[in-house]
């Protein structure tokens, strides 16, 4: 098998693991549910028990870890900043460390141990290997239950001063004033933009109370019921108007959008697109706009990336 990292993708309801070769191709993958609400020292546990489940018998020891992980993390020192109250006991917690001294023996000596954020990984895997491949610049944007994006420039992830760049969830958008974001403010883009906002929207127009999900409202409106076309629209739309926005900002070569949302199909992206165009001034107007290729291996195979010690 030669030589072979640890990927790993913690996300708030299941971490996966998987050993990658050279390419970032994964060789194998195992899964478990993360104990968010158990602390650091589960998940963490959790961690070194799929590596050893990977591992077993194989007598190989890693060249590198690299991590993706829900919650704000300064990739410099490996620590997590701030997280939602999803993880206990998150923010403050020296991940890289952990998990270097979790992993023991299984490391080879001076094998980096990379953590980022779980968005910016998605963003590096569909940026060396999928939508966004060959583009010196992208905005890798995640619609799912949450809004997540990831900023690649001059081929390199962009973290901020404070590492929240590429946080568009928080970008303020026309139509979402009368909603409350998880960071408690109102009118922001996941507000209305996220699977959760698009819901809470509907519900806020006086949609069926029966219906309890995005998916549920995605059903209706193919179905020509006129609430759940409007609030579908008008959640595609925040989004489309806020990349207008970050594509102001940052001109990306390629603008990918990833997750379950997207996945609602063209009655999704047609009004998002269309929001796009009415926003974006001319120079921008042909920037492509590309669906994620790699899924769920995304977050994986950028983590693998960064075990390789690339940006
Ligand atoms: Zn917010």
Same mark, same amino acid.
């Given at each position: 098998m030669g030589e072979v990292v640890l990927a790993v993708d913690i996300g708030g309801t299941?971490?996966?693991?998987?050993?990658?070769?050279?390419?970032d191709a994964l060789l194998r993958t195992e899964v478990a549910a993360t104990p968010a609400a158990q602390g650091p020292v589960a998940v963490v546990a959790t961690v070194v028990a799929l590596a050893g489940r990977l591992l077993a018998g194989s007598?190989?020891?890693?060249?590198?870890?690299?991590?993706?992980?829900a919650g704000v993390v300064d990739a410099g020192t490996g620590t997590?900043?701030?997280?939602?109250?999803?993880?206990?006991?998150?923010?403050?917690?020296?991940?890289?460390?952990?998990v270097r001294s979790g992993l023991g023996a299984h490391l080879l000596p001076d094998a980096p141990v990379a953590v980022q954020n779980d968005v910016d990984a998605h963003a590096a895997g569909e940026h060396r290997h999928g939508a966004a491949?060959?583009?010196?610049?992208?905005?890798?944007?995640?619609?799912?239950?949450?809004?997540?994006?990831?900023?690649?420039?001059?081929?390199?992830?962009?973290?901020?001063?404070?590492?929240?760049? #590429?946080?568009? =969830?928080? %970008?303020?958008?026309?139509? $979402?004033?009368?909603? *409350?974001? +998880?960071?408690?403010?109102?009118?922001?883009?996941?507000?209305?933009?996220s699977g959760i906002g698009m819901h809470r929207?509907?519900?806020?127009?006086?949609?069926?109370?029966g219906i309890t999900d995005a998916r549920g409202v995605a059903l209706a409106a193919a179905a020509a019921d006129p609430i759940a076309r409007r609030a579908l629209d008008e959640s595609a739309a925040a989004v489309g108007r806020a990349l207008a926005g970050a594509a102001t900002l940052l001109d990306p070569e390629r603008i990918v959008v990833t997750g379950g949302v997207p996945n609602i199909g063209e009655s999704w992206w047609l009004p998002m697109r269309a929001a796009f165009h009415a926003e974006a001034i001319d120079a921008l107007q042909n920037t492509p706009i590309l669906p994620g290729t790699? #899924?769920?291996? =995304?977050? %994986?195979?950028?983590?693998? $990336?960064?075990?390789? *010690?690339? +940006?």
């Amino acid at each position: 098998m030669g030589e072979v990292v640890l990927a790993v993708d913690i996300g708030g309801t299941k971490t996966a693991a998987a050993l990658a070769d050279r390419d970032d191709a994964l060789l194998r993958t195992e899964v478990a549910a993360t104990p968010a609400a158990q602390g650091p020292v589960a998940v963490v546990a959790t961690v070194v028990a799929l590596a050893g489940r990977l591992l077993a018998g194989s007598g190989l020891r890693l060249s590198g870890v690299g991590i993706g992980t829900a919650g704000v993390v300064d990739a410099g020192t490996g620590t997590i900043v701030s997280a939602t109250d999803t993880f206990a006991d998150w923010p403050g917690t020296p991940l890289a460390a952990l998990v270097r001294s979790g992993l023991g023996a299984h490391l080879l000596p001076d094998a980096p141990v990379a953590v980022q954020n779980d968005v910016d990984a998605h963003a590096a895997g569909e940026h060396r290997h999928g939508a966004a491949a060959g583009a010196a610049s992208a905005l890798v944007v995640a619609v799912g239950t949450g809004v997540g994006a990831g900023v690649v420039l001059d081929g390199r992830a962009v973290r901020g001063a404070h590492h929240v760049a #590429g946080e568009i =969830a928080h %970008l303020p958008v026309p139509g $979402a004033a009368h909603l *409350r974001c +998880p960071c408690g403010r109102f009118g922001h883009l996941e507000a209305i933009g996220s699977g959760i906002g698009m819901h809470r929207h509907f519900r806020s127009l006086g949609g069926d109370p029966g219906i309890t999900d995005a998916r549920g409202v995605a059903l209706a409106a193919a179905a020509a019921d006129p609430i759940a076309r409007r609030a579908l629209d008008e959640s595609a739309a925040a989004v489309g108007r806020a990349l207008a926005g970050a594509a102001t900002l940052l001109d990306p070569e390629r603008i990918v959008v990833t997750g379950g949302v997207p996945n609602i199909g063209e009655s999704w992206w047609l009004p998002m697109r269309a929001a796009f165009h009415a926003e974006a001034i001319d120079a921008l107007q042909n920037t492509p706009i590309l669906p994620g290729t790699l #899924g769920d291996d =995304a977050p %994986l195979r950028g983590a693998a $990336a960064s075990a390789w *010690r690339r +940006p």
